[in-house]
Structure formats: structure tokens, C-alpha cells
């Protein structure tokens, strides 16, 4: 099964967003959706196409409302998710493989903001669609990813976050244009 994250800006309750709206509603219902990161939709798909698919359809929300979309497609990586513009190249064979795990983007992963204690989302709906261990998932609710740092990877290792104290991270591989940009 490949994996989609939609993680959600800053200024926005992303979940609310995406089902208070018919069209994108109806592109989801299908879905079981999770919380796999705060503010974020994560979702299980059949395949690599079907992924990029529904990203695809889902581009007019993604454009408003979603910083960073990431694919999980396991035949690529178990661990490492890919940006939408890597998905999609993968998905059309357009990507070689030294410049398919070479530019990363990798985020923090902490616990969840300190000024939603309860583990409820701004409008007061209970969180808990992320079982524990699911992605940044654990039994106080999704971690929050934070600050992401590009970094190129060498020697087939992947460098170490620096740019504040965590404990985890998440790893997102991205094309050269995106790395640049």
C-alpha cells in the first residue's frame, strides 16, 4: 500500500478544510483517514498511480491549504516519503536512481504544540484517528513536524538533523529543482 501525508499550513485546520468542501470530500470518502502528524491527513492508497491521482485531483486544496505533500510508496522506501514532484516522476520514470534518494529534506518530529494540551484541533474535535506508532503517532497524539533542513545525501547515509534538539525525524526526498528552490 502506498502512503499519502497532506500536512496542513500553519494558518489552517486542514482536516476541517478538506471535508467542509463537497468535491474534496467526495475524493476522500473512500479513504480512511488518519492523523499521522498535527494538522496533517494521511491516507492509505493501492498504488504509486493511485496516489499522484488523487493528488492530482485534490490540487485545487492542495494550492490553498497543504504545505508539503508526501507519498510513502514502499517498492522506493519502507522509511523515506517522497515530495509529490518525485512521485510523480518515479510514477512516470522520469527520475534515474542516483538523483532519486540524493536530495532530502528532513523535519523534526516534537510533540504536539503546548497550547493544545488536551489534544483536541482548534474547533474542539478530538484527535485520536492516529493509533500509537503510527507515523509521528504516540499515546499523547501526533507529533508536530518542525523546521524542515535540505541536506544531500553521501555515501548512502542520511545526515544528521541539527538545527534543534529532537529525538526523531522524517525524511523526505525530493527532486534536484525542489532542493534548489
Request: charged fraction near 30%.
Amino acid at each position: 500500500m502506498t502512503r499519502v501525508c497532506l500536512v496542513g499550513a500553519d494558518d489552517v485546520n486542514l482536516r476541517y478544510e478538506l471535508l467542509s468542501r463537497e468535491t474534496a470530500r467526495d475524493a476522500l470518502a473512500t479513504y480512511d483517514l488518519r492523523e499521522p502528524f498535527e494538522n496533517a491527513v494521511g491516507l492509505e492508497t493501492v498504488s504509486l498511480g493511485a496516489a499522484v491521482a488523487l493528488l492530482n485531483d485534490l490540487n485545487w486544496y492542495l494550492v490553498r491549504f497543504v504545505d508539503e505533500a508526501m507519498v510513502l510508496e514502499p517498492s522506493v522506501s519502507e522509511s523515506e516519503w517522497l515530495s509529490r514532484e518525485l512521485a510523480t516522476a518515479v510514477r512516470d520514470d522520469a527520475v534515474g536512481p542516483d538523483e532519486l534518494a540524493r536530495f532530502l529534506k528532513i523535519y523534526g518530529l516534537e510533540p504536539a504544540s503546548a497550547d493544545d494540551p488536551d489534544g483536541s484541533d482548534p474547533d474542539g474535535a478530538e484527535r485520536g484517528d492516529a493509533p500509537a506508532g503510527d507515523d509521528g503517532a504516540d499515546s499523547t497524539g501526533p507529533k508536530r513536524l518542525v523546521e524542515p533542513m535540505y541536506v544531500t545525501r553521501t555515501g548512502g547515509a542520511v545526515p544528521d538533523y541539527d538545527l534543534r534538539e529532537v529525538e526523531e525525524t522524517v525524511v523526505e526526498r525530493v527532486t534536484e529543482s525542489e532542493f534548489g528552490a
